[in-house]
Structure formats: C-alpha cells, structure tokens
Nanobody, 124 residues
Framework: QVQLVESGGGLVQAGGSLRLSCAAS????????MGWFRQSPGKEREFVAA????????NYATSVKGRFTISRDNAKNTVYLQMNSLKFEDTAVYYC?????????????????WGQGTQVTVSS
C-alpha cells in the first residue's frame, strides 16, 4: 500500500496561484501513476489532472488546462499541482490519488489510494 498526505491548500484571491504537494510513503513511488481530483460541496468528486509513472505523460480536465500543471519528483516521492490564474469555481477540497497501474486514468474508481484532502478557497 501507499499512504498519501496533501498540503499547500489555503485561501487565495482570484487570479492568484497555489502549489499543492502530495507526499507518498510506503510502497515504491514509481509503481504508481498519480492523479489529482477535487470536490465542491454538493458535487461529485471530479478529475483534475493525472501523471504517468515516469512523468512522461500528463492529462488535464478541460476546465484547468493551460492554468494547472501536474508534476512529480520521484526522488522525493512527491507529486505537485501548480495552480495559476485561479478562479472562484476552483474552490474545492483537492485530493491526491494513486493507482498501481500505468496510464492516465480519469475516473475515481480507477484509483485505489487517496489522501485526506486539502482545502483550496478562491475569493472573488
């Protein structure tokens, strides 16, 4: 198994930036492709971004493409989500997820391991 702990959330004004981090421990980090998801009150958890095991490939939700960047540092067992040009509608709890398979999965059911989430609030 792998354990995931997110950090870096907070309150930011619209147009600002935040960088989320997700530290992994347990199994070999490079076994896992990683994803970021988010959930707003009353809404289902939705896909934000994914990155392959070796970081060669990434995938983004249309709503964040061009504003968010997912990356990973396999030496530090950490995946990041750089969020720029934040909008009020980006307000959500952001979750890091891992799956012990390749590819760039976008469904919550594709991921077996989840962090506890970190709150991002964008003020308009």
């Amino acid at each position: 198994q792998v354990q995931l702990v997110e950090s870096g959330g907070g309150l930011v004004q619209a147009g600002g930036s935040l960088r989320l981090s997700c530290a992994a421990s347990g199994r070999t980090f490079t076994w896992y492709s990683m994803g970021w998801f988010r959930q707003s009150p009353g809404k289902e958890r939705e896909f934000v971004a994914a990155i392959s095991r070796g970081a060669a490939s990434t995938n983004y939700a249309t709503s964040v493409k061009g504003r968010f960047t997912i990356s990973r540092d396999n030496a530090k067992n950490t995946v990041y989500l750089q969020m720029n040009s934040l909008k009020f509608e980006d307000t959500a709890v952001y979750y890091c997820a891992a799956r012990n398979l390749g590819g760039l999965a976008t469904r919550t059911t594709d991921y077996a391991y989840w962090g506890q989430g970190t709150q991002v609030t964008v003020s308009s």
